[in-house]
Every structure is written in C-alpha cells, then in structure tokens.
C-alpha cells in the first residue's frame, strides 16, 4: 500500500524527509494537487501558488542534501487564509475591492513560518474581510464542507477548515474574530486554536475588529498544534498588542503527566437550543474525562447571554473603521466611471463590498455617531468588561472551561444566508473569548447520526494554552475522532 502523502502528521512528514523516503517537492506537489482536484469542488482556495511552493520546496530540498540549518518546519505544506498578506502574492480578503492587491510585506505569522521552511500552497478561501459564519459571504463564491458539499464548513475561515480536512496542506492559518477558527474546526472536524489575545502577531492580518483579531491555528492534530504555536508565538516589534511574554515548549509540555483539574461547565453553554446529538457527546466526553480523574462542576456566567450583542456593537464599531481606508484612490478596486471624488467613494465601495461588509458598517458607523456613541458602544464596553470580570472570577474555581463548540453541526448552504440574527447565533458559545482576549481551541468530539463533526471546545485563563493543549491531548488520546477523514 503506497504511503498517502496528504495524511501525514507533521511530525511523520518530517521525519520522512529527514530520513530520506520523500523529498520536499514531493510532499509539496502531493498537497497542491490535492488542492487542485479539490478546489472545483469545495472551493477553499482563492489562489493556488504552485510555481511559487514548488520552488521553495527545491529550495529546502537543497539545503537538506547539503545539510545546512533548516528549520522544524521546513518542507511542511500549509495553507494561509487570503486576509493574512503575502508578499507580491494576490491578497483579496475574499472581496472585489482588493481583487488584484498584491502587498509589500508578509504578515509576521506567516513570516515566522516560512522562516521554519513551511512551504505555503496558496491562499484559502473565507468571508470578505472575515465578515461571516459560514464561509458564504466570500465574493469568489462559497466554500463547501468536505464532510457534505451540501453543508457550509463553518467561518470566516472557511477555506483553512476545509483544506486541513481534505488533506490539502497539513495545516492552515486562519483568523478568529468570534470563533472564525474554533466554528469551522467543529464543522470541519479538525483541531482548531484561538490563542490569548497578544500571544500571536497581528502585523500583516487584514484588520477586521483589532480589539477582537486573533490568528488561529488549524491542524488535524493537537500535536501538531501544539507544534505550529511553539514555532509563530513571538511578541513583535511590529504590533504592540503583543505580549513580552516567554514561549513555553508547547510540544515539550504536551508529554507532561497532567495532574487532576477542575473543569467548569457553564450552566449558560448547555441550553435548550443545544442540538440533543452535540449534547450527547458532549456529556460523553465528560464522563470519559471524568474517568481519568478530573472533577467537573457547574458554574455560571452570567453575562453570556448578553455577549452576542456586545461583540455585534463592538464588531461593526471597529470594523467601519477599520475599513474607512477602502477608498478607491489609493489602492484596490476604483470605479472608473465616478464622475468626482465623493462618487469616487460611495461607487467604489456599493460595487467594491458584498452586502455583508455593507450591513456591518452601516451597523457600526450608527453606533460611533453623534447622541449614539454612549448609548451603544460606550455601554457594550462597560458590559464587556463585566464579561471579563466574570471569566476572572471563575477562573479562580476552576483550571479552564468545557463546553460545545458550536450549538449545531454543519448546516445547509443557504439555510441562514437571509437571516443574519441565525447566522450571528451560531458564535454564540465562541465570541465570548474574544471579548474577554482568552485562549480556545476546539477539538473533535465525535460524529451525528449524519455523519457530520462535532467539537468541543477549552476555554482557559490568559496565557493558558498549554494547560489546554494538554487536555486536549488527553482527550484526543482516548478518542479516534481526529483520524477519521472525510469521503473522497
């Protein structure tokens, strides 16, 4: 049976290269062509960079024949979400508006990656400018589940998810603003990772939200997890939201014998509106974990339900800023047939945005305006801090959080693309964390009647990923989940 090149951990295609069975170029060609045959069909990437990696790949294949440094990383492929920029490689943020924007610089997440020999085969499809739960909203059309073409994989990082999942690189790069990596993980049936706020760069991300933005991590793996955060959490000159903050050896750490926790569920997490499978599971994971030890408890966030709101004030808020910038004059898409500057504007942005990125801008511009700033934004500030409060006080009961990642599977192209209000609800047990800046991950916790993946999701104190890591790693242990692949 010949050795599938696309289902390798990390750690096994580098140890296949270090001990000569293929080279670079070889595990290279066999994700971009993956990606290739795959793309007609899923859509979950926007750019493909085959004459690009192939070269990188000969590159790193060289400096291992003549035993040069190279770094742990060198001659994996990865995949990169198309709102983190990429050196004179098209960056569309999945809008019209920088359909043909090719930046300067690299973003410093992907840099650190590159500079560890990870070799990227492209740039994944997502919502415009990360606007989105479903991965619908893009303006080079949806992306698809691997598990069902029928069913969204989750967003904003919708691409990353599906690529990770369908073999097409053995890890992706994604963003998460509200949950836009842990969501699609649990759709996708991949590991995926928020770190704490200020943990990883956000130099050269497409800001969406720079109070909530944080690069995320898919992998099929939490030991390849473990493995990409070691190599790109560095504090950065660059951003100053970054945190002058040790890196702990996270894969080191992972093999640690991991003392009984107190794990807290949130009464607010397991409502009625959880689907009935996803609470199953759910429960059954705890029992598993409860078998090796770890004590559960019951806790309550007030506030919870309050969350979703705040993130949809704050959100639009920053983002009307943020996405001032897209004027038509200095770079991007521009309207040839404005006849003066403020039809410059307004024709340049009504053809240049799709109607997601419009909503949330006319949302967020409503709330920073005259007589409406205090009564919106002003106060979901002060409740986010609350929220903060909340997580804190908790935090002193207990070690980290379990709960669902998602309330439901993977649902239905085009079930709540006319309902925003649906839509929004599907972060409802994520955005919380990026309110209150907290690590996350989502993990593969099992399979509905369908089929279709279900995550569980950590939730930790601040700078608490390798605590996560390692539970995550216990479960992972005790499960096959995370080997289970979708149908070709």
Same mark, same amino acid.
């Given at each position: 049976?010949?050795?599938?090149? %696309?289902?390798?951990?990390?750690?096994?295609?580098?140890?296949?290269?270090?001990?000569?069975?293929?080279?670079?170029?070889?595990?290279?060609?066999?994700?971009?062509?993956?990606?290739?045959?795959?793309?007609? &069909?899923? %859509?979950?990437?926007?750019?493909? +960079?085959?004459?690009?990696?192939?070269?990188?790949?000969?590159?790193?294949?060289?400096?291992?024949?003549?035993?040069?440094?190279?770094?742990?990383?060198?001659? /994996?492929?990865?995949?990169?979400?198309?709102?983190?920029?990429?050196?004179?490689? &098209?960056?569309?943020?999945?809008?019209?508006?920088?359909?043909?924007?090719?930046?300067?610089? +690299?973003?410093?997440?992907?840099?650190?990656?590159?500079?560890?020999?990870?070799?990227?085969?492209?740039? +994944?499809?997502?919502?415009?400018?990360?606007?989105?739960?479903?991965?619908?909203?893009?303006?080079?059309?949806?992306?698809? %589940?691997?598990?069902?073409?029928?069913?969204?994989?989750?967003?904003?990082?919708?691409?990353?998810?599906?690529?990770?999942?369908?073999?097409?690189?053995?890890?992706?790069?994604?963003?998460?603003?509200?949950?836009?990596?842990?969501?699609?993980?649990?759709?996708?049936?991949?590991?995926?990772?928020?770190?704490?706020?200020?943990?990883?760069?956000?130099?050269?991300? /497409?800001?969406?939200?720079?109070?909530?933005?944080?690069?995320?991590?898919?992998?099929?793996?939490?030991?390849?997890?473990?493995?990409?955060?070691?190599?790109?959490?560095? !504090?950065?000159?660059?951003?100053?939201? +970054?945190?002058?903050?040790?890196?702990?050896?996270?894969?080191?750490?992972?093999?640690?014998k991991l003392e009984p926790l107190t794990i807290g569920l949130p009464k607010e997490y397991f409502v009625d509106g959880v689907?009935?499978? /996803?609470?199953?599971?759910?429960?059954?994971?705890?029992?598993?974990?409860?078998?090796?030890?770890?004590?559960?408890? *019951?806790?309550?966030?007030?506030?919870?339900?309050?969350?979703?709101?705040?993130?949809?004030?704050?959100?639009?808020?920053?983002?009307?800023?943020?996405?001032?910038?897209?004027?038509?004059?200095?770079?991007?898409?521009?309207?040839?047939?404005?006849?003066?500057?403020?039809?410059?504007?307004?024709?340049?942005?009504?053809?240049?945005?799709?109607?997601?990125?419009?909503?949330?801008?006319?949302?967020?511009?409503?709330?920073?305006?005259?007589?409406?700033?205090?009564?919106?934004?002003?106060?979901?500030?002060?409740?986010?801090?609350?929220?903060?409060?909340?997580?804190?006080?908790?935090?002193?009961?207990?070690?980290?959080?379990?709960?669902?990642?998602? #309330?439901?599977?993977?649902?239905?192209?085009? *079930?709540?693309?006319?309902?925003?209000?649906?839509?929004?609800?599907?972060? /409802?047990?994520?955005?919380?964390?990026?309110?209150?800046?907290?690590?996350?991950?989502?993990?593969?916790?099992?399979?509905?009647?369908?089929?279709? #993946?279900?995550?569980?999701?950590?939730?930790?104190?601040?700078?608490? *990923?390798?605590?996560?890591? &390692?539970?995550?790693?216990?479960?992972?242990?005790?499960?096959?989940?995370?080997?289970?692949? !979708?149908? &070709?």
């Amino acid at each position: 049976m010949s050795l599938d090149l %696309n289902e390798l951990t990390i750690a096994e295609a580098g140890s296949g290269l270090r001990e000569k069975r293929f080279s670079s170029r070889e595990l290279v060609e066999a994700a971009l062509k993956r990606a290739e045959e795959d793309n007609p &069909r899923l %859509n979950s990437f926007i750019t493909i +960079t085959r004459q690009e990696a192939l070269k990188r790949a000969e590159r790193i294949d060289d400096a291992i024949a003549r035993k040069d440094g190279v770094g742990s990383l060198a001659g /994996i492929p990865m995949a990169v979400k198309d709102i983190l920029c990429t050196e004179a490689i &098209r960056t569309t943020a999945a809008s019209k508006i920088l359909e043909n924007y090719k930046p300067p610089y +690299t973003a410093t997440a992907v840099r650190l990656l590159e500079e560890e020999g990870a070799v990227a085969i492209g740039k +994944t499809n997502c919502d415009e400018f990360a606007m989105g739960s479903s991965g619908e909203n893009s303006a080079y059309g949806p992306t698809k %589940n691997p598990w069902d073409l029928e069913r969204v994989p989750g967003g904003s990082s919708s691409g990353s998810a599906a690529a990770v999942a369908s073999g097409a690189g053995l890890f992706a790069l994604g963003t998460d603003t509200g949950g836009s990596v842990r969501q699609p993980a649990s759709f996708s049936g991949v590991v995926g990772l928020k770190p704490t706020y200020g943990r990883l760069s956000r130099y050269g991300v /497409i800001a969406l939200a720079s109070s909530l933005d944080q690069v995320g991590i898919f992998t099929r793996t939490v030991e390849d997890c473990a493995e990409v955060l070691f190599r790109v959490a560095r !504090p950065d000159p660059k951003d100053s939201t +970054t945190v002058k903050k040790n890196t702990p050896n996270f894969p080191e750490e992972l093999k640690e014998k991991l003392e009984p926790l107190t794990i807290g569920l949130p009464k607010e997490y397991f409502v009625d509106g959880v689907d009935k499978e /996803i609470r199953r599971l759910i429960e059954n994971a705890v029992e598993r974990l409860g078998k090796e030890g770890h004590r559960f408890v *019951e806790v309550s966030l007030p506030h919870t339900d309050r969350a979703l709101p705040v993130y949809y004030i704050i959100l639009p808020a920053e983002a009307s800023s943020n996405l001032a910038r897209f004027d038509g004059v200095r770079y991007g898409y521009s309207a040839a047939e404005a006849a003066d500057l403020p039809s410059l504007y307004t024709l340049t942005r009504e053809k240049g945005f799709g109607s997601e990125v419009k909503r949330r801008i006319m949302l967020g511009t409503y709330v920073l305006s005259a007589g409406y700033i205090d009564q919106y934004y002003g106060k979901a500030q002060k409740v986010r801090t609350i929220i903060i409060q909340e997580f804190d006080q908790v935090f002193q009961k207990v070690d980290c959080l379990l709960t669902p990642t998602a #309330p439901s599977a993977a649902f239905a192209l085009g *079930e709540k693309s006319l309902d925003p209000l649906a839509m929004y609800l599907s972060d /409802i047990f994520t955005v919380t964390a990026n309110i209150a800046g907290l690590p996350a991950i989502s993990i593969p916790a099992g399979f509905t009647r369908s089929n279709l #993946p279900v995550g569980m999701q950590l939730i930790g104190p601040h700078f608490s *990923e390798s605590l996560l890591l &390692r539970l995550a790693y216990l479960y992972q242990s005790m499960t096959d989940w995370h080997a289970k692949r !979708p149908p &070709r």
